[in-house]
């Protein structure tokens, strides 16, 4: 259970590393910011030489294919920004502004593991105000085939129950939740890796995916098993990194969730598409000080639509 209070880092953050996708080198940092503030990216480096803001909102969302990417591909955007987000999320920080220097976060090790470390080294610091929750009053669902991803009203907290079901023998059927806390998220989701289908990776190259992939930032699977040599690190390592990329796709709603998620088969559109269904009629949600508080004014939208491309699975 998250604190009643906002929280931030108590100063800087710095990593560096290549981007899964585009193979470019970029550099972060994540800095403190203020009661209030939220995620916001701060993008340089952009085509025409201006500095961006881009905050964290579902409704600014321009991408959810093989990644979530938020702000205009032609002025500036960030894409792969879902493991930082889980991160922030996982760990209970409302507040912070995260500077990079260009178009995609760096992959590290493929999961949320090295950026909980960078902010555990930083450590947390509390804003001086109280935490706001963005609570669930009524069931909002989203379908696409066989693949669905809910919301729905609970008591207190935020539970996850997410289930995967790939053709792939060495992937298989898969189901797990957990409710989420920071210790619970450092436990169980930060260090689950993504993952990707070895008779994909020409496919995904052709297409400008995946260029900074490698055994050393993602699970690679073949046929009939794991091509990493050190293997799995869970036995449920694929759910486990489906969770953490949910974590950090409804961390897109800008204020941390009272309620239940449950997907299957579901991904990054999935995810950010029931945040759209459940801002779509404000009786589906409240924004209360603390669980079990007296309802406030609903969150107003902010941008015009959302842009979600085609579905696509795990990298």
């Known amino acids: 259970m998250r604190s009643n209070s906002q929280t931030t880092l108590k100063g800087p953050a710095i990593l560096s590393g290549v981007g899964v996708h585009s193979g470019?080198?970029?550099?972060?940092?994540?800095?403190?910011?203020?009661?209030?503030h939220g995620i916001c990216f701060l993008r340089t480096g952009t085509p025409f030489g201006n500095d961006r803001l881009i905050k964290a909102h579902h409704a600014l969302v321009s991408a959810t294919e093989l990644c979530t990417v938020i702000g205009d591909v032609e002025t500036g955007a960030v894409a792969t920004i879902e493991h930082l987000m889980s991160a922030?999320?996982?760990?209970?920080?409302?507040?912070?502004?995260i500077e990079i220097d260009g178009p995609e976060l760096p992959i590290l090790d493929g999961s949320a593991g090295?950026?909980?470390?960078?902010?555990?080294?930083?450590?947390?610091?509390a804003c001086g105000a109280p935490r706001r929750w963005l609570k669930v009053l009524r069931p909002v669902r989203i379908e696409s085939g066989r693949a669905f991803a809910e919301l729905r009203p609970i008591d207190r907290g935020f539970r996850l129950d997410v289930e995967i079901d790939f053709e792939s023998p060495v992937i298989g059927r898969s189901r797990k939740a957990l409710d989420l806390s920071p210790a619970s998220y450092r436990r169980e989701i930060a260090g689950a890796r993504t993952f990707g289908m070895m008779r994909d990776v020409e496919r995904y190259w052709k297409a400008g995916f995946?260029?900074?992939?490698?055994?050393?930032?993602?699970?690679?699977?073949?046929?009939?098993?794991?091509?990493?040599?050190?293997?799995?690190?869970?036995?449920?390592?694929?759910?486990?990194?489906?969770?953490?990329?949910?974590?950090?796709?409804?961390?897109?709603?800008?204020l941390p969730l009272q309620g239940a998620y449950r997907s299957?088969?579901?991904?990054?559109?999935?995810?950010?598409?029931?945040?759209?269904?459940?801002f779509a009629d404000r009786a589906n949600y409240a924004i209360i000080e603390a669980p079990g508080t007296r309802r406030e004014a609903a969150l107003a939208e902010i941008g015009a639509g959302l842009g979600i491309a085609a579905f696509a699975a795990d990298l």
Do not use: W
């Open 264 to 278: 299957y088969c579901g991904g990054h559109r999935m995810n950010v598409g029931v945040l759209s269904a459940l």
């Open 88 to 97: 922030l999320y996982g760990l209970g920080i409302d507040n912070a502004l």
């Open 24 to 36: 470019n080198r970029a550099e972060i940092t994540l800095r403190p910011a203020p009661a209030n």
């Open 114 to 125: 090295p950026f909980v470390q960078a902010i555990d080294k930083v450590g947390l610091a």
């Open 210 to 254: 995946a260029l900074g992939a490698s055994l050393e930032n993602t699970v690679a699977v073949g046929e009939t098993a794991v091509v990493n040599p050190e293997g799995l690190r869970f036995p449920d390592e694929f759910v486990r990194h489906k969770i953490l990329d949910a974590v950090g796709d409804l961390a897109l709603a800008g």
